[in-house]
């Protein structure tokens, strides 16, 4: 990747939907230059995906819980039925296998107090493998972010 390359993300990091020849006037490239490049990081899966962020609070789960979840085992079942199982729930934002105290950390869009309990009594307690949690309610986001800036 050259400086170039690097130009092209971070254009695309802040404005995924810009048009090729935007992106391309704004790098000093012309159109087939820029779009091989794009093609090409994406091939290599320096670019993985596109994706529409949707507001949370539009859709009816205006807060953010932060879950930390103990197992009572440490084994490759119980990790995989617990990564299939949170696959399957729209709520959950992000989910991270952890080091430390510990095992997982998620990132969940709730909607209030209500909200996050139906979230844990019904769906997360309900899995099997869970030893403890330790949770928090998000009081406000001052930085998101879903990748990381080129540097």
């Known amino acids: 990747m050259d400086s170039t390359d690097r130009k092209i993300l971070a254009i695309l990091h802040s404005n995924a939907r810009i048009t090729n020849p935007e992106l391309a006037e704004s ?15 994406e091939k290599e899966q320096v670019i993985q995906k596109y994706v529409t962020i949707i507001n949370q609070e539009k859709i009816g789960l205006p807060d953010t819980a932060i879950i930390e979840i103990m197992f009572e085992r440490h084994d490759a079942s119980v990790f995989s039925d617990f990564k299939d ?23 969940v ?19 099997r493998g869970i030893k403890n949690t330790r949770s928090s309610l998000a009081l406000s986001c001052f930085k998101q972010a879903y990748s990381p800036a080129p540097l």
């Open 27 to 41: 790098v000093g490239l012309s159109t087939s230059p820029c779009w091989s490049r794009i093609r090409r990081m």
């Open 85 to 107: 199982t949170i696959a399957n729930m729209p709520e959950v934002i992000e989910a991270y296998m952890l080091t430390g105290e510990y095992d997982c950390f998620m990132k």
């Open 109 to 127: 869009a709730v909607s209030g107090a209500t909200g996050y309990e139906d979230f844990l009594v019904n769906k997360l307690y309900k899995i």
